[in-house]
């Protein structure tokens, strides 16, 4: 449950907390099991098949399965929402990629592997990493049977510095994974958010059946983009060239590429005002274009994502349901200020952040340096002092 998908500041697990604080335990935890319950139904099965897909990936929580103060000890609840929704899909001829999407200590420097820092505390620590391979083996032993399973994605997005522990990590949980399960296929996410797999050497002459993941989002379908997307040659070679660098490794050992995520963030009438329908118009252009790339090269893929609160989401929920009607001034907040980092508007929040950006550039953080620090250029300074700043001290 990503911020900008439900609504809330920060984490799932802040969201979670502070409920819990305000309801008790009981009612929160009922919250919860029916939100996640209405979140993905039957009828959300048919519209997807009705749309001509026949797979989507499944993010979920390690927090389902295992307690931090209780480690090593399944919660089979967790396999509740899971086993339901896959279900629910098979009925429909819709199979699924189950995706570790936070995992414990965090594997990623974001606000969506649900740790509530920007360090990736998941690479550092040989017990969450050990913690992950044991849930994985607990994951294959209940789904290992389970035909309209696709495969697994064992680790959403990782932002491993030393680029190759995850290497490392890979390796043991492919060797977890196919103790128990030799028929799923496997899908491997690259290093620095899906990005990045130069550093994985010859490591998939010892991974059987697998695929390799990409993310391919592009600058245009976003808010920071410096220009307006017009689908004009030169715009598309930049879009094609991103994305055949992300997937160089594969193509050069010809191995099988998934793109696991993609797609733009769109505008909204209640903070884009007139300029909605143009900006969102470019935004077609984009997915549109990122689609032909796609056809044209016969990949598949999944986009991100199916549902939220009309941010990214295939679907979304109507501003006049009572949900929307109760946060409308905390969302206008929460947009104004730019505590999301996913597709934030800064213009609001610039003037005061940017006397900050220039002092630290001058004093502590000149180019030179910023260009050493991992992950560059994916974060460069300014979005470096917005995680700081924004993302995590205001939420």
Request: charged share 25%; hydrophobic share 35%.
């Given at each position: 449950?990503?911020?900008?998908?439900?609504?809330?500041?920060?984490?799932?697990?802040?969201?979670?907390?502070?409920?819990?604080?305000?309801?008790?335990?009981?009612?929160?935890?009922?919250?919860?099991?029916?939100?996640?319950?209405?979140?993905?139904?039957?009828?959300?099965?048919?519209?997807?098949?009705?749309?001509?897909?026949?797979?989507?990936?499944?993010?979920?929580?390690?927090?389902?399965?295992?307690?931090?103060?209780?480690?090593?000890?399944?919660?089979?609840?967790?396999?509740?929402?899971?086993?339901?929704?896959?279900?629910?899909?098979?009925?429909?001829?819709?199979?699924?990629?189950?995706?570790?999407?936070?995992?414990?200590?965090?594997?990623?420097?974001?606000?969506?592997?649900?740790?509530?820092?920007?360090?990736?505390?998941?690479?550092?620590?040989?017990?969450?990493?050990?913690?992950?391979?044991?849930?994985?083996?607990?994951?294959?032993?209940?789904?290992?049977?389970?035909?309209?399973?696709?495969?697994?994605?064992?680790?959403?997005?990782?932002?491993?510095?030393?680029?190759?522990?995850?290497?490392?990590?890979?390796?043991?949980?492919?060797?977890?994974?196919?103790?128990?399960?030799?028929?799923?296929?496997?899908?491997?996410?690259?290093?620095?958010?899906?990005?990045?797999?130069?550093?994985?050497?010859?490591?998939?002459?010892?991974?059987?059946?697998?695929?390799?993941?990409?993310?391919?989002?592009?600058?245009?379908?976003?808010?920071?983009?410096?220009?307006?997307?017009?689908?004009?040659?030169?715009?598309?070679?930049?879009?094609?060239?991103?994305?055949?660098?992300?997937?160089?490794w594969m193509d050069e050992r010809e191995l099988c590429v998934w793109n696991g995520e993609f797609g733009?963030?769109?505008?909204?009438?209640?903070?884009?005002?007139?300029?909605?329908?143009?900006?969102?118009?470019?935004?077609?252009?984009?997915?549109?274009?990122?689609?032909?790339?796609?056809?044209?090269?016969?990949?598949?893929?999944?986009?991100?994502?199916?549902?939220?609160?009309?941010?990214?989401?295939?679907?979304?929920?109507?501003?006049?349901?009572?949900?929307?009607?109760?946060?409308?001034?905390?969302?206008?907040?929460?947009q104004r200020l730019a505590i999301d980092a996913w597709g934030a508007d800064e213009t609001y929040v610039?003037?005061?952040?940017?006397?900050?950006?220039?002092?630290?550039?001058?004093?502590?953080?000149?180019?030179?340096?910023?260009?050493?620090?991992?992950?560059?250029?994916?974060?460069k300074l300014p979005a470096r002092v917005g995680r700081l700043g924004r993302n995590l001290l205001f939420?």
């Amino acid at each position: 449950m990503e911020n900008f998908i439900t609504g809330y500041p920060g984490c799932e697990f802040q969201i979670r907390v502070a409920l819990a604080d305000v309801l008790g335990p009981e009612l929160s935890g009922f919250f919860f099991d029916k939100f996640l319950e209405y979140f993905f139904q039957d009828d959300d099965a048919k519209f997807f098949k009705s749309l001509g897909l026949n797979c989507i990936r499944i993010p979920f929580n390690y927090r389902h399965f295992e307690d931090d103060m209780n480690p090593r000890v399944l919660n089979t609840d967790g396999f509740k929402h899971l086993d339901r929704v896959i279900d629910i899909c098979s009925k429909h001829g819709i199979y699924t990629i189950l995706d570790l999407h936070a995992a414990p200590g965090g594997q990623n420097t974001d606000w969506h592997c649900d740790s509530g820092s920007h360090v990736a505390n998941f690479w550092l620590h040989k017990d969450f990493q050990d913690r992950a391979v044991w849930l994985w083996e607990e994951l294959a032993k209940h789904y290992k049977d389970n035909t309209w399973i696709a495969g697994y994605n064992p680790l959403n997005e990782p932002t491993d510095a030393s680029h190759t522990r995850v290497v490392g990590f890979y390796d043991r949980v492919h060797s977890a994974i196919r103790a128990i399960d030799r028929n799923h296929v496997i899908f491997w996410d690259g290093n620095t958010f899906a990005s990045d797999f130069s550093h994985f050497g010859d490591m998939h002459k010892r991974w059987t059946n697998s695929a390799y993941s990409i993310h391919d989002y592009t600058e245009f379908g976003f808010p920071s983009s410096k220009e307006t997307y017009s689908s004009t040659d030169e715009q598309r070679k930049r879009i094609r060239k991103s994305y055949e660098k992300k997937k160089a490794w594969m193509d050069e050992r010809e191995l099988c590429v998934w793109n696991g995520e993609f797609g733009p963030v769109y505008a909204r009438k209640e903070y884009d005002g007139d300029k909605t329908d143009e900006i969102n118009e470019s935004r077609y252009k984009v997915l549109k274009d990122q689609l032909d790339m796609y056809k044209q090269d016969s990949l598949s893929w999944s986009i991100w994502l199916y549902k939220d609160i009309g941010f990214q989401g295939m679907v979304y929920v109507s501003r006049l349901t009572p949900y929307m009607k109760l946060f409308n001034n905390f969302l206008a907040k929460k947009q104004r200020l730019a505590i999301d980092a996913w597709g934030a508007d800064e213009t609001y929040v610039q003037p005061t952040f940017q006397p900050i950006i220039d002092m630290l550039k001058k004093e502590v953080v000149p180019d030179e340096v910023d260009q050493r620090l991992y992950p560059w250029p994916v974060w460069k300074l300014p979005a470096r002092v917005g995680r700081l700043g924004r993302n995590l001290l205001f939420s």
